[in-house]
């Protein structure tokens, strides 16, 4: 077992470069620590990479850089995201388990905000909403704003007091929430969800294959490209954040269900096939991790040196006027 947990980070820890600051904690209260050991208080600094994991009636706020706040709840383990391409005002997370609450401030058109769950994404621009994960079921309820959620099926918005509940196999289904409290909601939908199903494994699987299967046609399709846009450079980073994310969550909620049912035949199966998966997954976020590195720096390089050329141009327009 310790040898597939070691397997796990790598997939989250592969190919990272330089972590960059992202915010820092605000507020505490009880067990709230990194995933490497360390323990959070009050002013230190938050980056990406980290994974950020609080106790049994414990809560962490973290402030951004941008002035937007989040607030972690109690049992959770959230991946902070690396951003990989333009960093101005991007901001990504991944719900691995737990709840995490975010008041986003506005942010432009260049940047993003995204919540990753091992069954969906919810993106914003500025608005206030609280993403949910237990057993791998996924809850997404809005404040103010709006929410675009994505389970690879459909996008919906989703707008104020409405609750969004996608289950394992993508199935979404949308309620009316009269009265938000996110930590009392976050304590019904924990207690709701708390009973993982044998069956649930079979569901994981399937993600995990479906997941590999769409990065390798569309990194073949990127590859095969001599250059890409940057809508397209942007396009394989959200890839990149959501493999990572979901990944990590589905092989939470599969080793979960294993130690459970362990000696269920079906679940023994299923389980050895998502760690055949996960290997090709890990291989996808390298490759992926090492095509962001390349096609960012040939698009810095051409844009330095058209910015170059148009300096000269300009340059020898004030000569020519001059003479």
């Given at each position: 077992?310790?040898?597939?947990?070691?397997?796990i980070m790598l997939i989250v820890y592969s190919g990272l470069s330089a972590q960059d600051i992202i915010?820092?904690?605000?507020?505490?209260?009880?067990?709230?620590?990194?995933?490497?050991?360390?323990?959070?208080?009050?002013?230190?600094?938050?980056?990406?990479?980290?994974?950020?994991?609080?106790?049994?009636?414990?809560?962490?706020?973290?402030?951004?850089?941008?002035?937007?706040?989040?607030?972690?709840?109690?049992?959770?383990?959230?991946?902070?995201?690396?951003?990989?391409?333009?960093?101005?005002?991007?901001?990504?997370?991944?719900?691995?388990?737990?709840?995490?609450?975010?008041?986003?401030?506005?942010?432009?058109?260049?940047?993003?905000?995204?919540?990753?769950?091992?069954?969906?994404?919810?993106?914003?621009?500025?608005?206030?909403?609280?993403?949910?994960?237990?057993?791998?079921?996924?809850?997404?309820?809005?404040?103010?704003?709006?929410?675009?959620?994505?389970?690879?099926?459909?996008?919906?918005?989703?707008?104020?007091?409405?609750?969004?509940?996608?289950?394992?196999?993508?199935?979404?289904?949308?309620?009316?929430?009269?009265?938000?409290?996110?930590?009392?909601?976050?304590?019904?939908?924990?207690?709701?969800?708390?009973?993982?199903?044998?069956?649930?494994?079979?569901?994981?699987?399937?993600?995990?294959?479906?997941?590999?299967?769409?990065?390798?046609?569309?990194?073949?399709?990127?590859?095969?490209?001599?250059?890409?846009?940057?809508?397209?450079?942007?396009?394989?980073?959200?890839?990149?954040?959501?493999?990572?994310?979901?990944?990590?969550?589905?092989?939470?909620?599969?080793?979960?269900?294993?130690?459970?049912?362990?000696?269920?035949?079906?679940?023994?199966?299923?389980?050895?096939?998502?760690?055949?998966?996960?290997?090709?997954?890990?291989?996808?976020?390298?490759?992926?991790?090492?095509?962001i590195e390349k096609m960012s720096k040939e698009i810095e390089e051409f844009t330095e040196k058209t910015?170059?050329?148009?300096?000269?141009?300009?340059?020898?327009?004030?000569?020519?006027?001059?003479?």
């Open positions: 077992m310790k040898k597939i947990i070691v397997f915010g820092k904690v605000i507020f505490k209260v009880g067990s709230c620590k990194l995933e490497k050991g360390q323990n959070l208080n009050v002013n230190n600094k938050i980056k990406e990479g980290d994974v950020i994991i609080t106790g049994k009636s414990s809560i962490l706020k973290i402030e951004l850089n941008n002035g937007s706040v989040i607030k972690i709840m109690p049992n959770s383990k959230i991946i902070v995201n690396i951003i990989k391409t333009n960093k101005e005002n991007r901001y990504a997370f991944g719900v691995i388990n737990g709840a995490i609450d975010s008041g986003v401030e506005k942010i432009n058109e260049k940047g993003y905000y995204r919540v990753y769950t091992p069954t969906a994404v919810a993106g914003v621009r500025g608005t206030s909403f609280t993403v949910m994960v237990v057993n791998g079921k996924s809850s997404i309820i809005v404040k103010s704003g709006k929410v675009i959620v994505d389970n690879d099926k459909k996008q919906i918005e989703v707008t104020p007091n409405i609750k969004v509940t996608i289950e394992i196999n993508g199935e979404l289904e949308k309620d009316k929430e009269e009265k938000i409290d996110e930590e009392k909601d976050y304590e019904e939908f924990t207690k709701k969800t708390e009973d993982v199903k044998a069956e649930n494994i079979e569901d994981t699987y399937s993600k995990l294959s479906e997941i590999e299967k769409k990065n390798n046609q569309r990194l073949e399709q990127l590859k095969a490209k001599d250059k890409l846009t940057e809508e397209e450079l942007d396009e394989i980073e959200y890839l990149y954040q959501k493999t990572v994310s979901q990944s990590k969550g589905l092989y939470t909620l599969s080793e979960t269900i294993f130690k459970k049912y362990k000696d269920n035949p079906l679940v023994k199966r299923n389980f050895y096939q998502v760690q055949s998966t996960l290997k090709t997954i890990e291989d996808q976020i390298k490759d992926m991790d090492e095509f910015s170059q050329d148009i300096d000269d141009l300009e340059k020898n327009f004030i000569k020519k006027k001059n003479k």
